[in-house]
């Protein structure tokens, strides 16, 4: 069965670089979440997506944005990338507003240096 | 604002026992119940949704309950095996929100 793609699985930039993290949920679900997980940590909801509009806001910084297409592919655009940024980022799709569970993919490892 | 416990926050136990994972809330409007595994680096992985209609699932040697009147979630792990030492999350969701995560139970499996 298709899972949720994130890409890359890797990403290595330095300080006050841009990264773009992008995810295909699965299909027919309409519904896209990010999620950061620092070291040792829960992850922390960033953003959501519901029909190609921002549906729920996190604790998502100023310097992020993201955005979901007519395809369904969500894009988290990071700029002015800091130290503290570096942690594993997720994203999950869902059908609808999540009635029928979630499904992450394995998560982007960003390592800011 | 949705607050997730899970205890213990470690737990190791010998090759062949059962174990029991607990989840709590705070907000009894909880509609589905999802119980995650992640090993180290890795993604999230669900294991069981239980969804609001029901109170338990089942898959294999696990099963999950949900007991909202309480506020309370398990997960039961039958005859553990060393492939079973990750960290246990779970996440409940409410209609209008996001997933609200515990911090996980981190499970070592001792052969």
């Known amino acids: 069965a298709a899972g949720v793609i994130q890409s890359p699985r890797h990403l290595i930039k330095e300080k006050r670089e841009t990264a773009t993290l992008k995810c295909y949920p699965i299909?027919?679900?309409?519904?896209v979440y990010w999620y950061q997980q620092g070291p040792g940590q829960d992850p922390q909801f960033l953003i959501s997506?519901?029909?190609?509009?921002?549906?729920d806001k996190g604790s998502i910084p100023d310097r992020f944005s993201a955005q979901q297409f007519s395809d369904y592919h969500s894009e988290l655009n990071m700029s002015s990338l800091e130290l503290g940024d570096s942690a594993l980022y997720f994203c999950?799709?869902?059908?609808?507003?999540?009635?029928?569970?979630?499904?992450f993919g394995s998560g982007t490892r960003l390592t800011v240096v | 604002k949705q607050e997730v416990t899970q205890i213990p926050a470690a737990l190791s136990v010998p090759e062949g026992e059962n174990l029991v994972l607990n989840c709590s809330f705070t907000?009894?409007?909880?509609?589905?119940l999802q119980w995650f595994r992640q090993d180290p680096g890795k993604g999230l992985t669900s294991l069981l949704l239980?969804?609001?209609?029901?109170r338990e699932q089942t898959s294999g040697r696990l099963n999950a309950s949900l007991d909202k009147s309480s506020g309370r979630s398990t997960l039961y792990i039958a005859a553990s095996q060393p492939g079973d030492s990750a960290t246990y999350l779970c996440?409940?969701?409410?209609?209008?929100?996001?997933?609200?995560f515990g911090a996980g139970t981190t499970v070592t499996v001792r052969a």
């Open positions: 999950a799709s869902s059908s609808g507003t999540g009635a029928y569970g979630y499904t």
């Open positions: 299909p027919r679900h309409d519904t």
């Open positions: 997506f519901y029909e190609k509009m921002q549906s």
């Open positions: 907000d009894s409007a909880i509609y589905n």
């Open positions: 239980i969804q609001s209609s029901q």
């Open positions: 996440a409940d969701w409410v209609p209008g929100r996001k997933l609200s």
